[in-house]
């Protein structure tokens, strides 16, 4: 790093060295305070001393405790072929290994370990602590230690409640007890489960509440003999109460968990979200770098153009997994330590990473709309050394800034190195704004002020899209170094991020109205119920009464939405049944306490768990059947007593059986009380954004509203959301319905989501402060003055109107003619007034005085007016292209 910045400052031409280089340039500079002098002269020092001091974590820049064994552990499971299969294959194995320790006393014949036994017959240990290891250990350690603190307070919840009723009713409902013991009973559990339905609780929460719940109710109702006496009661034991037990369950499960992600090497979300930042802090600069070299091409090259689609698509992919990594790392910290600045930092690097992404697709957007003209190869010759130098600038500060914030502290010699490559890039801003400018004003010399500034709009609308985005850029890169200096001095500089839930979102008002949720809560309700009285009350010789298996497995077999939940309950009674079987199998041909079959048991539980698991972390179509593999298929093979022959087909016949009866009810009532079809919900959703978008156009060109208000997260909301629910749609039942248009609904999607980013550039380029609520700036009063302006904002409203119509097809689902080809409107191009507006408009911005060209050598391009100007004719144009996509896409299906 130290020898790139030598050899710009005595004006080679060096390409910046790849991260895993960097620690062989940084070296070691010895105590902060000694060098300080050497990092300030650096580029004026004829040694070449290194920019920063050596961090003591190893030989790697970027290096984490366990990276080493990581690394290795990868090569054995192919990470360099697949990254992502070895990830999860290792996962699996070490989960698979576990599993074995676990279950290792249920495998082995009695006696072997007394201690061991003793608590196994008082019920502290028993095999649903495998079964809670296997559903709840997660890919990291945070997402575990939700999981299982969501397992512990559900568990607790049902707990206490069942601790109330008996400490009221101590014995339960008797032979001999008053009625009222009974009804006060039903209705406080009642109550309970409404209770932990209807408020705003975590799901697994949830689920582990109401599963665990329904069993207690049941053994309370039921009359007999119960073990669960409450604490401070003069029955009460520690070993061998129920209440106790299930907590003790949990809760070893749960350590067991967590343990789990340490070994052999630990998996925090932290980690995660570092190497994930990592990889984005090389690959934002490599992406900005393939888009200028596009750029400064003398013809379009559509493949180049092809490959930087591709590179925005991975870039997406990766910030969306690392907005979770860094949620996920609260439960690593709890909002202390320099962990949790960690997380402010990496939080405001994603925020970099977004709206980088909106800009260079805004940029790829106008590509993709105009066509270069005859000035352009002249143009980004003139600018091309300056843009290179400047990128390789950015790329330099990004590395610095992440190589300083690594640790959550800045020390001194940091701080002046950051401020020591911010000036410099600044400088080199300032010149290729000058440069770009000194480019326009050469190009454009041989017209009058008002030709060039009409001229710059018409053929060079592209040009000062990408010089005014990749400024932005640079400038939000400087930003971020800014804020880190400041939150060395003031910790709480950077704003908070997201942390857990306060117990007053339990009841928070828009969830709990919401009318989705109210529906489901219903839905859950009643299903939930209705499982238990059937329990209850028992059927024929089919179902026992008193039994609460067909509540709890309607608990965690609850979907919200018809559409996925026909495939899912098909492939629960898949995961039961097989998982059941096999197991059951397994253990019957492996029933001896000889040596050898205890080995071989072993050796089938560590393979099934290890393909049952790997399908459960890596496939995202059959995970959950992976996940009820492993459970039911282990939880048979830990059934314990070798020797004694007990394999329990009748208790394997009835756990179908109740699987079979909560899928047939879950079915059932979802028909009964449904809220609508995926495709239903896939429609809404797309018809919402597409009249966001007309509410967006006409709130931004409004020359009333004075400020400016973003509406592309709310966009991108409701697209995705009509994209979520559009994969539902491919999985439901269609019936008497036509076949679900998937491939017209994807392109329409995505044809949506071009328009958002295009939404979005504009949003940025319109306020004085770059900010959501701030100003609009005087280019875009400028722009509202025109009289062109609200003959463009009409025609391109009226475009958008055009197509809504057009959506409904996604609900016309016979064979007769789509209804919406009648209305004229559905067909017109409205080519004719957009273009005669635009016209108008960049004739009358050419001559107001306001519009200049730039002839002065100071400012950014961020705020040079024909460049805002550019960009918001730009983006109107790009949105008006994406919605004659969306208009073609759905025209050649109907």
């Not at 009723?165 to 209705?187: H, N, W």
């Not at 400041?486 to 969830?511: A, C, G, M, Y």
């Not at 409701?718 to 994807?746: C, L, N, Q, Y």
């Not at 960049?842 to 002065?856: M, Q, R, V, Y």
Request: proline fraction near 4%; include cysteine; aromatic fraction near 12%.
């Amino acid at each position: 790093l130290a020898q790139a910045i030598v050899d710009r400052g005595q004006g080679r031409q060096q390409r910046l060295p790849e991260p895993s280089k960097m620690s062989t340039l940084l070296g070691s500079a010895g105590s902060p305070s000694a060098d300080k002098s050497k990092i300030v002269d650096l580029e004026s020092s004829s040694d070449r001393k290194p920019l920063l001091p050596a961090k003591p974590a190893g030989d790697l820049i970027y290096a984490e405790r366990g990276d080493a064994c990581r690394s290795r552990i990868a090569r054995w499971f192919g990470g360099a072929k697949n990254p992502d299969f070895a990830n999860d294959a290792e996962l699996a194995v070490r989960a698979a290994f576990f599993v074995v320790i676990v279950g290792l006393p249920f495998l082995i014949p009695r006696n072997e370990l007394p201690t061991l036994d003793y608590y196994m017959q008082k019920g502290v240990y028993t095999n649903s602590v495998a079964i809670f290891f296997i559903y709840n250990l997660a890919k990291t350690t945070g997402e575990t230690m939700l999981c299982v603190i969501c397992g512990l307070r559900g568990t607790f919840l049902a707990v206490a409640n069942a601790w109330f009723l008996y400490f009221l009713f101590p014995g339960g409902v008797t032979e001999s007890s008053p009625d009222y013991v009974f009804g006060f009973a039903v209705g406080e559990g009642i109550v309970f489960l409404a209770i932990m339905l209807f408020l705003n609780w975590n799901v697994s929460t949830m689920i582990f509440a109401v599963s665990t719940w329904v069993f207690f109710w049941m053994a309370f109702l039921q009359p007999g003999e119960d073990n669960f006496p409450c604490p401070f009661t003069q029955d009460f034991v520690l070993l061998g109460n129920t209440g106790i037990n299930s907590l003790i369950t949990v809760g070893v499960g749960g350590m067991l968990c967590i343990m789990v992600t340490f070994f052999p090497y630990p998996r925090w979300s932290q980690s995660e979200a570092k190497r994930t930042a990592k990889e984005l802090v090389h690959q934002l600069p490599y992406l900005w770098r393939t888009t200028a070299d596009y750029y400064c091409e003398a013809k379009p090259n559509s493949y180049h153009s092809d490959q930087i689609y591709r590179q925005l698509e991975h870039l997406s992919k990766m910030a969306t997994t690392m907005d979770a990594y860094i949620a996920n790392s609260w439960y690593e910290c709890f909002g202390r330590s320099s962990w949790h600045h960690v997380r402010r930092i990496l939080t405001a690097m994603e925020k970099i990473i977004n709206e980088s992404y909106d800009r260079i697709f805004s940029t790829y957007s106008a590509t993709q709309s105009n066509e270069w003209s005859a000035l352009h190869a002249d143009f980004v010759a003139k600018i091309k050394p300056t843009l290179m130098s400047t990128l390789k600038e950015v790329e330099v500060l990004l590395q610095v800034c992440f190589r300083s914030a690594f640790d959550g502290e800045l020390s001194e010699a940091e701080e002046i190195a950051i401020k020591k490559v911010s000036a410099e890039l600044r400088s080199r801003e300032a010149e290729f704004a000058n440069a770009f400018k000194e480019a326009r004003r050469s190009v454009l010399s041989h017209h009058s002020s008002h030709e060039q500034k009409e001229q710059c709009i018409r053929d060079l609308l592209a040009e000062h899209i990408f010089g005014l985005h990749f400024s932005s850029f640079v400038r939000t890169v400087n930003d971020f170094a800014d804020d880190l200096v400041k939150q060395r001095h003031d910790p709480n500089h950077f704003p908070k991020v997201t942390e857990v839930p306060t117990i007053s979102s339990l009841w928070e008002r828009s969830v709990l109205m919401d009318p989705d949720h109210l529906n489901w809560s219903l839905r859950a309700f009643t299903t939930i119920l209705t499982g238990f009285l059937i329990g209850g009350f028992g059927f024929s010789d089919l179902f026992n009464p008193y039994d609460a298996s067909i509540a709890c497995t309607v608990s965690v077999l609850l979907s919200k939405f018809v559409g996925s939940a026909m495939v899912k309950n098909l492939g629960r009674i898949q995961g039961v049944v097989l998982g059941s079987i096999i197991g059951q199998i397994v253990h019957a041909v492996f029933d001896s306490c000889e040596a050898w079959s205890v080995v071989a048991l072993s050796t089938c539980l560590f393979l099934f768990a290890v393909v049952s698991l790997f399908t459960y972390y890596h496939s995202a179509r059959y995970s959950y059947l992976g996940c009820l593999l492993a459970g039911f298929g282990c939880g048979q093979m830990m059934r314990g007593g070798c020797g004694t022959h007990n394999l329990d087909k009748v208790g394997g016949y009835n756990q179908i059986s109740a699987t079979v009866c909560a899928t047939g009810l879950i079915v059932f009532f979802d028909v009964l009380f449904s809220p609508g079809r995926a495709s239903f919900f896939a429609h809404k959703s797309l018809a919402e954004a597409i009249e966001l978008l007309e509410r967006a156009v006409r709130h931004h060109f409004d020359a009333s509203i004075e400020h400016v208000r973003f509406h592309k997260g709310e966009l991108h909301d409701a697209i995705a959301k009509a994209d979520a629910m559009g994969m539902e749609a491919m999985a439901e039942p269609r019936h008497w319905r036509t076949e679900w248009r998937t491939s017209v609904f994807s392109t329409t999607v995505q044809a949506a989501f071009q328009i958002r980013y295009s939404l979005a550039a504009m949003e940025y380029s319109m306020s004085e402060d770059f900010k959501d609520g701030g100003r609009k700036n005087a280019v875009m009063r400028t722009i509202l003055a025109t009289s062109g302006c609200q003959r463009l904002v009409e025609a391109v409203t009226g475009k958008v109107r055009s197509v809504r119509p057009l959506v409904d097809i996604f609900v016309h689902e016979t064979v007769d003619r789509f209804p919406g080809l009648a209305d004229p409107s559905t067909v017109h191009s409205f080519r004719t007034e957009i273009t005669d507006a635009q016209r108008d408009m960049a004739n009358e911005l050419a001559k107001h005085p306001s519009i200049t060209l730039g002839s002065d050598t100071s400012g950014k391009l961020e705020e040079d007016p024909l460049c805002q100007v550019c960009v918001v004719l730009g983006s109107v144009e790009s949105i008006i292209n994406s919605l004659r996509e969306f208009q073609h896409n759905i025209l050649r299906s109907a």
